[in-house]
Nanobody, 125 residues
């Protein structure tokens, strides 16, 4: 079983940047696709970004394309999300997730079997 722990969230002004990190423990996730999702108050959890098992493929939601970058370090068992040009609509709890069913980047929430507890990102205008 893999446990995921997110960090790096916080309060930032619009236009600013944050880097989220997700650390895995329990077993290696090197064969799993990894992703980031977010959930704003009163809204459904939505896909943000995903990365394939060897970092060869990344996939982004249209709303973050060009502003967010997902990366992973399988040796360190970490996956990061670099967020730039943040806007108030990016305010949400951000969750790291891993898939045991596919090694390929995917936006399909049902493909992700294990999740972190989330980290709050708040962007002020």
């Amino acid at each position: 079983q893999v446990q995921l722990t997110e960090s790096g969230g916080g309060l930032v002004q619009a236009g600013g940047s944050l880097r989220l990190s997700c650390a895995a423990s329990g077993r290696s996730f090197s064969n799993d696709a990894m992703g980031w999702f977010r959930q704003a108050p009163g809204k459904e959890r939505e896909f943000v970004a995903s990365i394939s098992w060897r970092s060869g493929t990344t996939y982004y939601a249209d709303s973050v394309k060009g502003r967010f970058t997902i990366s992973r370090d399988n040796a360190k068992n970490t996956v990061d999300l670099q967020m730039t040009s943040l806007a108030p609509e990016d305010t949400a709890v951000y969750y790291c997730a891993g898939s045991k069913t596919t090694p390929w980047a995917t936006s399909q929430r049902e493909q992700y079997a294990y999740w972190g507890q989330g980290t709050q990102v708040t962007v002020s205008s």
